[in-house]
């Protein structure tokens, strides 16, 4: 395969870490950089810790785009794929590659039936690929979970729980989970929108029913609910006092024939004294697989992302998920 020019569009901590892992892989070549706010107008190699490149941080990645014509965009700015829609338009139309952690990109045909078949149509008829995925979703709660049904002959319901000790992880994830907040904060911040969360359950309930052939009727997420410091606790960022909140825990179901087969649940909280991450599939035979620790997400998800440039560039044009590739592994 040809060195890949690669594009990298958004630079907070996961778009650094993925473009700090690409760029240590033979086959591929930055020749952009863009993000809106941070590091705009300095050398992007040694924005990651190394020698210049001669490659400047832009904040107007139409212009990369035209004048640098990537092969691949790797994109890590938002969620929420209306967000990112146009920029996702932007690229293909320009002939890139598209691999983004863009949550609601892991399986965008739940709730945006629309815009999946018109990215799916473009992505076709300029010969390229979209594909949405990092750890979660992307791997952990619906790809692992794919691959190890492949066992089963019968499956009767699937439980996946992710526990992980938000301490370990950077500030903008401790902030997004609510840590140090007041119980009525919390609240408060949810319902104004202002913290959501983790996105994509749902996308991961949705992919999964799909690809093994259930018809899931509905799905139901519950809001996220606070986790209250039972001690004090901290993190390099935050220093929680008992009774604030610590983080949140979040739960989706996936309704088949009337009845709740697929759970995920997911919690995340400084302070956690056991984290994992759990695959529970009730079948013949069954499957009962636990990784402890947890897999650090933010490192995780940059290889996830950079492990599947390869099977994606293999597979045919279209917007791809993670069940169209071929089984990932390192490269």
Known sequence: MKELKVLHIGLGDIGLEIAKLASKKSGLKIVGACDLVKYVGEDFGVVLGGKKIGVKVSSE???????????????????????????????????????????????????????????????????????????????????????????????????????????????????????????????????????????????????????????????????????????????????????????LQQTARGFVEGEARITLAFKAYVGAEEEYDSIHIIGNPEVHQTIKPAIQGDRATAAVVVNSIWPLMKSKAGLKTMRDLQTLSFR
């Open 61 to 247: 990645y139409r212009r990369v785009l035209k004048g640098e014509k990537p092969d691949l965009v790797l994109h890590a700015t938002s969620s929420y794929l209306q967000d990112v829609y146009e920029q996702i338009v932007d690229c293909v139309k320009e002939g890139a590659n598209f691999i983004s952690t863009c949550e609601e990109l892991a399986y965008p045909y739940y709730k945006h039936p629309t815009l999946a078949k018109n990215l799916d149509h473009l992505a076709k008829a300029r010969k390229v690929r979209i594909l949405g995925t990092g750890i979660n979703p992307g791997f952990l709660m619906d790809t692992l979970v794919l691959l190890l049904t492949a066992v089963c002959q019968e499956i009767h319901s699937i439980v996946v729980e992710r526990v992980i000790n938000a301490s370990h992880r950077r500030q903008a994830f401790q902030r997004k989970i609510g840590a140090g907040l007041t119980e009525d904060e919390f609240v408060a911040k949810i319902a104004g929108k202002e913290i959501s969360g983790h996105v994509g359950l749902e996308e991961s309930i949705a992919l999964i029913g799909d690809s093994i052939g259930w018809r899931v009727e509905r799905i139901e997420a519950e809001q996220p609910k606070p986790i209250i410091a039972s001690k004090e606790v901290s993190s390099p960022y935050y220093t929680i006092p008992m009774g604030k909140v610590a983080g």
